[in-house]
């Protein structure tokens, strides 16, 4: 059984194989490691998401363990709202590092969960599949999720762009929504290393149309980081990496210790229905 969609009709995807077929015959082929190329074919040759460089440095940086609290705290919140045979799509998944944990949890715990992971960049679920997890994996965009309606009981989404319409579309009525943020003080003392006038991060209204706020855990740990690859890799995470100038790229270059906080929030909301 699968949720999957076929992203040219619109009719439920059935596997058959090594391959996602629709009614229609459309068909999606498993690449090797086992994700499905779910993308628009008008928009196959287009390059989307981050690059496999990016990619493995966050992977490299997140396997070390720096964001183990964060991952940990977003399984137990998961966890609190799903039960057996739940269906979970992680929306905008990387590659598949949160995915992974949240899927081992449900396993420890011996309750079976449909998990289902998408993200647009097709080198970022490439890597997440290639963790035989037992997760479905799929490239996709977060804006037109090949995913049917009313179909998921808890939607995950960590750091990934925010579509309100299409997370509404995919989720059942009451079902539940997991978001994971950057929250006002993170890495506030990298920043201030690297820039001259550094500004936090914006806190933003917790209201969000279509959902009920259920409320906020905050997740605050401090960092030591004692080699400068790791350092790179972390800023290379952020927003802030794409508009950095000469001079604090050299200063960022320049670190061989660092200590900075991570600083997070996980909103939970429901999903009200329409009236």
Same mark, same amino acid.
């Not at 998961?78 to 929306?91: G, T, W």
């Not at 179909?151 to 960590?158: A, E, G, H, R, Y």
């Not at 200590?259 to 929030?265: G, I, L, S, V």
């Given at each position: 059984?699968?949720?999957?969609?076929?992203?040219?009709?619109?009719?439920?995807?059935?596997?058959?194989?090594?391959?996602?077929?629709?009614?229609?015959? !459309?068909?999606?082929?498993?690449?090797?490691?086992?994700?499905?190329?779910?993308?628009?074919?008008?928009?196959?040759?287009?390059?989307?998401?981050? /690059?496999?460089?990016?990619?493995?440095?966050?992977?490299?940086?997140?396997?070390?363990?720096?964001?183990?609290?964060?991952?940990?705290?977003?399984?137990?919140?998961?966890?609190?709202?799903?039960?057996?045979?739940?269906?979970?799509?992680?929306?905008?998944?990387?590659?598949?590092?949160?995915?992974?944990?949240?899927?081992?949890?449900?396993?420890?715990?011996?309750?079976?969960?449909?998990?289902?992971?998408?993200?647009?960049?097709?080198?970022?679920?490439?890597?997440?599949? *290639?963790?035989?997890?037992?997760? /479905?994996?799929?490239?996709?965009?977060?804006?037109?999720?090949?995913?049917?309606?009313?179909?998921?009981?808890?939607?995950?989404?960590?750091?990934?762009?925010?579509?309100?319409?299409?997370?509404?579309?995919?989720?059942?009525?009451?079902?539940?929504?997991?978001?994971?943020?950057?929250?006002? /003080? !993170?890495?506030?003392?990298?920043?201030?290393?690297?820039?001259?006038?550094?500004?936090?991060?914006?806190?933003?209204?917790?209201?969000?149309?279509?959902?009920?706020?259920?409320?906020?855990? *905050?997740? /605050?740990?401090?960092?030591?980081?004692?080699?400068?690859?790791?350092?790179?890799?972390?800023?290379?995470?952020?927003?802030?990496?794409?508009?950095?100038?000469?001079?604090?790229?050299?200063?960022?270059?320049?670190? *061989?210790?660092?200590?900075?906080?991570?600083?997070?929030?996980?909103?939970?909301?429901?999903?009200?229905? *329409?009236?």
């Amino acid at each position: 059984m699968s949720i999957f969609i076929c992203p040219v009709c619109g009719e439920k995807l059935d596997i058959s194989g090594k391959s996602y077929i629709c009614p229609n015959r !459309h068909t999606f082929d498993m690449a090797k490691s086992g994700y499905v190329n779910l993308l628009p074919t008008n928009n196959s040759g287009s390059v989307h998401g981050d /690059n496999k460089l990016m990619l493995r440095a966050r992977r490299e940086f997140l396997e070390k363990g720096y964001y183990k609290p964060l991952c940990d705290a977003v399984c137990k919140v998961v966890s609190k709202y799903c039960c057996q045979n739940s269906v979970i799509l992680d929306a905008g998944c990387g590659e598949g590092y949160y995915t992974t944990a949240v899927k081992a949890n449900f396993d420890e715990s011996n309750i079976a969960v449909e998990l289902y992971g998408i993200d647009i960049s097709k080198d970022a679920v490439d890597m997440a599949a *290639k963790r035989k997890s037992g997760v /479905n994996f799929a490239a996709a965009s977060v804006f037109h999720i090949p995913v049917m309606t009313n179909s998921c009981d808890l939607l995950l989404t960590m750091f990934a762009p925010y579509c309100g319409e299409e997370y509404g579309r995919v989720m059942k009525n009451g079902g539940i929504m997991v978001m994971a943020i950057p929250a006002e /003080n !993170h890495l506030w003392e990298m920043k201030s290393k690297i820039y001259d006038t550094p500004y936090k991060n914006e806190v933003k209204d917790y209201a969000l149309d279509g959902f009920e706020f259920l409320g906020a855990e *905050k997740v /605050n740990f401090t960092m030591k980081i004692s080699e400068n690859s790791d350092i790179i890799s972390l800023f290379s995470m952020t927003p802030y990496y794409y508009r950095t100038g000469k001079t604090e790229q050299q200063r960022l270059n320049d670190l *061989k210790h660092l200590e900075t906080q991570a600083d997070f929030e996980i909103l939970t909301y429901k999903k009200t229905a *329409k009236e």
